[in-house]
């Protein structure tokens, strides 16, 4: 029997409003008891982490793109792991390109990287794939 989940709050980074919205849709589609928080960029999903933290709202995956203004996805990742009750948060970075920085830096960390895909259909898949992959 799956283990019953504490949460149902996701947390989605990205810069681009038409990928926060095909990743809500998306996931409203798949399961639409999760409920979706977005940031535009990693220092406003800190920010909402650790007001998340006080108040005991933690998500159950924060899902980063990698190329956002202000910092970079793998920076992202990096201020949460500094957090010890953040760091236990699966994460999975999910971008329009791969980078060979930033697919050394998700292998050396355990974090599982995706490329985002062209189609809805395609998107939808990967999406599924990656509430898989956290266990969800």
Do not use: W
Request: hydrophobic share 45%.
């Amino acid at each position: 029997m799956a283990e019953k989940r504490t949460s149902n709050i996701i947390l989605h980074v990205d810069d681009d409003p038409d990928d926060q919205f095909i990743f809500r849709y998306t996931i409203n589609r798949i399961d639409p008891s999760f409920i979706i928080r977005q940031a535009s960029n990693g220092h406003k999903a800190v920010e909402f982490l650790n007001l998340a933290a006080q108040c005991g709202g933690l998500p159950v995956l924060i899902i980063v793109d990698m190329n956002m203004p202000v910092i970079t996805g793998v920076e992202t990742f990096k201020l949460i792991k500094q957090d010890a009750c953040l760091s236990a948060i699966p994460m999975v970075l999910f971008t329009t390109s791969l980078t060979d920085d930033a697919i050394h830096y998700c292998r050396q960390e355990n974090i599982p990287a995706f490329e985002k895909p062209g189609n809805l259909q395609q998107f939808s898949d990967c999406v599924k794939k990656i509430l898989v992959v956290a266990g969800l």
